[in-house]
């Protein structure tokens, strides 16, 4: 049965059917990775992503399909995990945007929105890659503008059939994809949601809209993500005792007029949405006018007001004390109680959990944005997938943030070492960029399927040392990957290079490793750190 047009309902059921199949597939997308590293998340990011684009979607009141596009994109928006997720939301915020103020949407109707996606896409990468993502959804949307049918089915079978293979031609394009045997993970994902949107549009009949109230998957809490980011925080004052969330939901809500009248009422204002569902995040003292501003326009729902003084009397009681607020506050990322400890100890005011395998959310960076006092801050990524994220949590918050593009844990430790209370923002900012480049990052871990890099045949099990990113050793003891990393790290003499052992490694075993580099290596000076973290059993600094 042809199918020349859709509302939101429709589109919600898609997402659905996207999610369901997303999270299927998405351990076989994580094992899509050039480096055997058990680091693989692209799937799992792009899944935590679409379950938070989906919730929202899922809140409007409405079979309006701009105002279900627009909830999906801001939920994406805020929820969007490392760099394919970052890239999903971007996708879906140019679909939004094309389809914004159209009820039903027709086959040409999604081509421009799918050609809006990809173009909104490639502008979030400062230097697009072809042979990823970023050229698998460009292929399907230009398959869709040369697709000459009114038929929204046929349209999408067109869709997923060209994005299908330009997913196949992803090792072409990208040699280290061809050295590995795999496809690009993120354009994997991607084809995965077009075979979960199509899915659900083929059951997009009279009879199946009739029973669109038992979706195809249902989000309850095993479908979110469980392991929140969890935030470390230090000195500083709060200026407005409650944090008040709700969502107001009306007909032909102003939102303009709405963020102008409760501008007075405090600081971290967010008021996002459309013409039926509003979000409404404030710190206040007036949490009351808050919300009887709000009733005005419409009826309130998942009504949240936390008292953020006692979620941090620590940081309440050094600010009663010192009576000021930092100029600037500092924010990184890591993960294990050790790593953790270290950048607070050097002067970072919030620590944000994540890292390989655990990448934070928009949302989750932007939260420790807002709970900071400081109206300036620096983020510290300390990791290449969570750069995107980091930025994209800047854009959307009201106070002024720069992204320091640490790729690793001894970068953002060697940029929290520069630190002096005596230098302004702007110095700051500048010393902790020119630190990245003063400090060689490696990290040892095990290899999580066989495969082959260069010159090494790497079989499961393994023991691997990455330098800067890049695998260049592998064995079956921990102490010759190491010995070949720090030949490869150390250049001349007199170099600092301090081991972080994570949870795996006794402290005695680490002391005996890096005891034996300090032999095979005397003209260094060697420093050992229980630093916790999980998926690498080392991590080596060289300065």
Same mark, same amino acid.
Request: charged share 20%; hydrophobic share 40%; with cysteine.
């Given at each position: 049965?042809?199918?020349?047009?859709?509302?939101?309902?429709?589109?919600?059921?898609?997402?659905?059917?996207?999610?369901?199949?997303?999270?299927?597939?998405?351990?076989?997308?994580?094992?899509?990775?050039?480096?055997?590293?058990?680091?693989?998340?692209?799937?799992?990011?792009?899944?935590?992503?679409?379950?938070?684009?989906?919730?929202?979607?899922?809140?409007?009141?409405?079979?309006?399909?701009?105002?279900?596009?627009?909830?999906?994109?801001?939920?994406?928006?805020?929820?969007?995990?490392?760099?394919?997720?970052?890239?999903?939301?971007?996708?879906?915020?140019?679909?939004?945007?094309?389809?914004?103020?159209?009820?039903?949407?027709?086959?040409?109707?999604?081509?421009?929105?799918?050609?809006?996606?990809?173009?909104?896409?490639?502008?979030?990468?400062?230097?697009?890659?072809?042979?990823?993502?970023?050229?698998?959804?460009?292929?399907?949307?230009?398959?869709?503008?040369?697709?000459?049918?009114?038929?929204?089915?046929?349209?999408?079978?067109?869709?997923?059939?060209?994005?299908?293979?330009?997913?196949?031609?992803?090792?072409? #394009? $990208?040699? =280290?994809?061809? !050295?590995? /045997?795999?496809?690009?993970?993120? &354009?994997?994902?991607? +084809?995965?949601?077009? %075979? *979960?949107?199509?899915?659900?549009l083929r059951a997009a009949s009279p009879v199946a809209k009739t029973s669109s109230e038992t979706?195809?998957?249902?989000?309850?809490?095993?479908?979110?993500?469980?392991?929140?980011?969890?935030?470390?925080?230090?000195?500083?004052?709060?200026?407005?005792?409650?944090?008040?969330?709700?969502?107001?939901?009306?007909?032909?809500?102003?939102?303009?007029?709405?963020?102008?009248?409760?501008?007075?009422?405090?600081?971290?204002?967010?008021?996002?949405?459309?013409?039926?569902?509003?979000?409404?995040?404030?710190?206040?003292?007036?949490?009351?006018?808050?919300?009887?501003?709000?009733?005005?326009?419409?009826?309130?729902?998942?009504?949240?007001?936390?008292?953020?003084?006692?979620?941090?009397?620590? #940081? $309440?009681? =050094?600010?009663? !004390?010192? /009576?000021?607020?930092?100029?600037? &506050?500092?924010?990184? +990322?890591?993960?294990? %109680? *050790?790593?953790?400890?270290?950048?607070?100890?050097?002067?970072?005011?919030?620590?944000?959990?994540?890292?390989?395998t655990l990448n934070p959310s928009t949302g989750g960076i932007l939260k420790a944005i807002d709970?900071?006092?400081?109206?300036?801050?620096?983020?510290?990524?300390?990791?290449?997938?969570?750069?995107?994220?980091?930025?994209?949590?800047?854009?959307?918050?009201?106070?002024?943030?720069?992204?320091?593009?640490?790729?690793?844990?001894?970068?953002?430790?060697?940029?929290?070492?520069?630190?002096?209370?005596?230098?302004?923002?702007?110095?700051?900012?500048?010393?902790?960029?020119?630190?990245?480049?003063?400090?060689?990052?490696?990290?040892?871990?095990?290899a999580v399927r066989d495969t082959e890099y260069k010159n090494l045949r790497i079989k499961k099990?393994?023991?691997? /040392?990455?330098?800067?990113?890049?695998?260049?050793?592998?064995?079956?003891?921990?102490? *010759?990957?190491?010995?070949?990393?720090?030949?490869?790290?150390?250049?001349?003499?007199?170099?600092?290079?301090?081991?972080?052992?994570?949870?795996?490694?006794?402290?005695?075993?680490?002391?005996?490793?890096?005891?034996?580099?300090?032999?095979?290596?005397?003209?260094?000076?060697?420093?050992?750190?229980?630093?916790?973290?999980?998926?690498?059993?080392?991590?080596?600094?060289?300065?």
């Open positions: 049965m042809a199918i020349y047009s859709f509302d939101g309902v429709d589109l919600k059921m898609m997402l659905r059917g996207a999610v369901e199949l997303l999270g299927q597939s998405k351990e076989e997308i994580d094992a899509l990775n050039v480096f055997p590293v058990p680091d693989g998340d692209t799937g799992t990011n792009m899944f935590q992503t679409l379950v938070s684009a989906v919730k929202e979607a899922e809140s409007v009141n409405s079979n309006h399909i701009g105002l279900v596009a627009g909830a999906a994109a801001r939920g994406g928006l805020i929820g969007a995990r490392g760099n394919s997720g970052v890239i999903l939301s971007q996708i879906l915020h140019g679909f939004a945007r094309s389809l914004s103020g159209i009820e039903r949407a027709t086959a040409p109707d999604i081509s421009t929105a799918l050609e809006e996606g990809a173009k909104v896409a490639y502008r979030t990468v400062m230097s697009p890659v072809e042979g990823t993502i970023l050229t698998v959804v460009r292929k399907s949307a230009e398959g869709a503008a040369a697709r000459q049918s009114g038929d929204l089915l046929r349209l999408m079978v067109t869709v997923f059939k060209k994005a299908f293979d330009a997913l196949q031609e992803t090792p072409d #394009l $990208l040699p =280290a994809l061809k !050295r590995s /045997g795999v496809v690009d993970a993120g &354009g994997r994902g991607f +084809v995965v949601i077009l %075979e *979960g949107f199509l899915r659900a979706p195809v998957m249902v989000l309850t809490r095993e479908t979110t993500v469980k392991n929140q980011p969890v935030f470390q925080e230090n000195a500083g004052a709060i200026n407005y005792t409650y944090c008040t969330e709700l969502l107001v939901k009306g007909s032909n809500l102003p939102v303009e007029n709405m963020r102008a009248a409760l501008s007075p009422f405090g600081d971290s204002l967010m008021v996002v949405g459309g013409e039926g569902v509003v979000k409404v995040h404030i710190h206040s003292n007036n949490p009351g006018l808050v919300i009887e501003h709000c009733l005005k326009h419409g009826t309130l729902h998942d009504l949240k007001i936390n008292n953020m003084a006692d979620q941090n009397q620590e #940081l $309440l009681t =050094a600010a009663e !004390r010192t /009576g000021t607020s930092k100029p600037l &506050g500092i924010i990184s +990322v890591g993960a294990g %109680e *050790g790593i953790t400890e270290i950048m607070k100890n050097l002067g970072a005011d919030a620590v944000v959990s994540g890292g390989q709970e900071l006092p400081s109206k300036r801050l620096i983020i510290l990524p300390n990791n290449k997938n969570i750069i995107l994220t980091a930025e994209q949590a800047g854009k959307l918050s009201q106070k002024e943030v720069t992204v320091i593009p640490s790729k690793s844990i001894p970068q953002g430790l060697a940029a929290l070492l520069t630190l002096n209370p005596e230098d302004d923002f702007e110095t700051t900012g500048r010393k902790m960029a020119r630190a990245l480049a003063s400090v060689r990052s490696g990290e040892i871990t095990t099990g393994d023991i691997i /040392g990455l330098a800067d990113g890049d695998l260049i050793s592998a064995g079956k003891e921990l102490t *010759g990957v190491l010995e070949d990393l720090l030949k490869e790290l150390i250049e001349g003499e007199g170099r600092l290079v301090t081991i972080y052992y994570g949870e795996k490694v006794t402290p005695g075993y680490a002391e005996e490793i890096t005891e034996r580099a300090r032999q095979k290596f005397a003209s260094q000076d060697f420093e050992i750190q229980d630093g916790g973290q999980p998926v690498y059993d080392l991590i080596i600094s060289v300065e």
